[in-house]
């Protein structure tokens, strides 16, 4: 492997004592601990226990400290001013360096003068995060995943690390969740790759469906407006390629038209499906939805009395969220519930879960997820999702559960205001119902249905 030849600049990366940048530190610990487990290279024994310990305190974890001045407290008598001023955006102060006193019981106060101070020793010409350096500067605010810091903003965030690996070895960490019982991960996960196996985001990234190429805008009478086509409508949910055929029951993407597009489905009691069709299309376009699980917590909407079929996992993206090959969507696919899954002997056929197979290895579920966290300009990152059930496999679930199931397509389109005009949505609602033989039926709710927000 090539990497291997980087053994020893990875070795003092990893173990330095007088630069512990914790972000470094993980990285450079991970790989060589994957260099060794492919017999790359060799560490001796030493080398080997030190790398187990890399970022793990040596302390025991302590309940929090209450008494310590955050960043919304006055300062007590402790407050210590910096040796020189270091101006530190309000977001940066308020979030970062107060979760860093938090975690380790610090005063906020005292993380940025630590931060301060370590910004200064490596350049003491420093003096705020507005400090260019020399680069430009798009937007007034970036977080610790955006490639286009300035260079006050670089130097504080790679201080913020350097702090946390020096308190990691010298302070004891706080318990701020008492049912949390590694406060030390919490924190640091935000920092690290979104997934803990290696792969990033991009790896599980996919291309846009072909098969989502189709205008959602229409002309009518001169004015441009939403389409209620039910052949249109129609396409988004059922998808054939070959002899497959499948059906979309969740998915959230923008035709290339620039319209937003929202499937989700439930299952129901056939005694009740006339009554949740009727409470669907009535419902304003704003409040209409279906329920669904949530893999933490059993959260879903209780206003109209379905059975959730999708399961979405509740997760943020880390270091990688801005990759701008990579969407956030692919450390978190949707999917059917796992109870569903389990009864229906459907299991994961590869690492992404892009695909779940039954036991004659047929594909029954695919979850498909494209484009980018990343925007241009200003305008919203474009990515999309979409969960497809195989006709065979849905089929088996609604006979062997005797419901039915209904599906939610929500088109909405957003108009920005000039002037005096007033910003508008406008909002297209159908409902597809499928009964245990696969016989449908498209009921059409709200069409261009325009709503001006004052």
């Not at 226990?49 to 970022?55: E, F, R, T």
Request: charged share 25%; aromatic share 10%; net charge negative.
């Amino acid at each position: 492997m090539q990497v291997a030849r980087y053994k020893e600049v990875l070795l003092k990366c990893a173990l330095n004592l007088e630069v512990p940048h914790v972000l470094m530190q993980h990285f450079a610990s991970a790989t060589l601990t994957t260099l060794v487990e492919r017999n790359a290279i060799n560490l001796n024994e030493g080398e080997c226990a030190a790398l187990k310990v890399v970022n793990v305190s040596p302390f025991l974890p302590e309940e929090d400290r209450y008494d310590r001045d955050n960043s919304y407290s006055a300062n007590s008598k402790e407050y210590k001013k910096p040796k020189k001023e270091f101006r530190f955006d309000y977001d940066f102060r308020k979030l970062e360096a107060d979760n860093l006193g938090r975690l380790f019981g610090q005063h906020t106060w005292a993380i940025c003068n630590s931060i301060a101070d370590t910004v200064r020793s490596i350049d003491p010409t420093v003096s705020s995060m507005d400090d260019s350096g020399g680069r430009g500067q798009s937007q007034r605010w970036h977080d610790r995943r955006t490639e286009d810091q300035v260079y006050g903003e670089y130097l504080a965030w790679h201080s913020l690390f350097i702090v946390a690996g020096t308190l990691l070895k010298t302070k004891k960490i706080h318990k701020y969740w008492t049912n949390d019982e590694t406060p030390w991960n919490s924190w640091f996960e935000a920092f690290s790759l979104t997934r803990s196996d290696g792969y990033w985001l991009s790896d599980g990234t996919d291309q846009i469906p072909t098969n989502l190429i189709q205008n959602l805008l229409e002309e009518s009478a001169g004015k441009v407006v939403l389409t209620g086509d039910k052949e249109k409508l129609h396409n988004l949910v059922f998808v054939s390629e070959q002899e497959v055929k499948e059906i979309a029951i969740y998915g959230s993407w923008d035709s290339f038209d620039e319209v937003s597009v929202g499937i989700s489905s439930a299952l129901f009691q056939p005694e009740i499906v006339t009554k949740a069709i009727a409470k669907l299309l009535k419902e304003k376009p704003f409040h209409v939805g279906l329920p669904f699980h949530d893999v933490y917590q059993y959260g879903e909407l209780q206003d109209i009395e379905g059975i959730p079929l999708v399961a979405l996992p509740n997760y943020s993206s880390g270091l990688d969220g801005s990759d701008p090959y990579g969407s956030s969507y692919a450390g978190a696919r949707a999917r059917l519930r796992d109870d569903y899954s389990e009864k229906l002997g459907l299991v994961r056929s590869e690492v992404h879960g892009r695909a779940w197979r039954d036991q004659d290895g047929q594909v029954s579920t695919r979850s498909e997820v494209w484009g980018s966290n990343h925007s241009y300009g200003g305008d919203d990152p474009e990515k999309g999702q979409r969960l497809l059930i195989s006709f065979k496999t849905l089929s088996t679930l609604l006979r062997d559960t005797n419901l039915e199931l209904l599906i939610l397509i929500r088109l909405y389109r957003y108009e920005k205001g000039w002037g005096r005009e007033n910003s508008k949505y406008t909002h297209t609602i159908g409902v597809i119902h499928i009964n245990g033989e696969l016989e449908h039926k498209l009921h059409l709710g709200h069409i261009n249905h325009t709503e001006s927000l004052s």
